[in-house]
């Protein structure tokens, strides 16, 4: 994927934080993040984020107080020296962020609706966010409560490398579906999942999960099928890969051995691929609405 000259998003903010590449420490950060997604993903979305933390070569005890890492201390997260221009990965970054603008602007514009840019916050190890602690070893995230994205750019690296998921449309793959997250903020879905996971059990809140993230999916392809003119070949294939590597049965399978289906979270690999290419196919927001109707 190549943007060539075009513009890099200008809300995006760089920080440097504190601590070590992996873990989250003893402290309350590590906490706030598992209370955080167990209210977002129930129990089952701990135990993935466990285990993809394991995966990636972190200390899941981090998390749970039993590591031995610091906890980061106040005001370590400062203002960065590295902006969109430091590197052929973050000015990419920054540019994928830029084109989502444009194209939900567009979108919302078309719906007669105002879009509301999220912040990028790329930082590097660990940072704060409004919904407890960013750790590079969890990947990026959409923090609803401060309507942003958080990003250690080092997760790319893991995902070619670890994940066996390279490619320059992999990487805005990832940021297209966070980028979704924040669409679902602004248009209400996610409110609703989450009223409607508050009376489900488990296993129902597991499954609302699921059609959330799929959605975020296909909002991703759709935001991709706008962007034909910037596309190469190979480009959609390098989405399909990671999705493929995300997917919770290919995570649970390499983790345990075993794929227990009700605990997904964000679905199995065939469904992520599924649903980028059903938005890549659709070209509209009407193309993925079914994964959350009725909600």
Known sequence: MRFGGRRSSDNVEFREGGGSRFGLGGGGGGAMLLS?????????????????????????????????????????NRQSQITCQTEPTITFACQTLASTEDQWSALFTAAGQNYTRPRMVVYQGRDQSACGTADSAMGPFYCPGDQSIYLDVAFFRELAQRFAAPGDFAQAYVIAHEVGHHVQTLTGIADRIRRAQSGASETEANALQVRMELQADCYAGLWASRERGAMEPGDLEEGMTAAAAIGDDTLQRAGQGQVVPESFTHGSSAQRQEALTHGWRGGDRAACENYTAGI
């Open 36 to 76: 955080f997604v167990f209210s977002r993903f129930g129990v089952g979305g701990v135990v993935v984020l466990l285990l993809v933390i394991f995966l990636i070569g972190g200390d899941p005890l981090g998390l749970t107080g039993g590591g031995g890492q610091q906890a980061v201390a106040p005001g370590a």
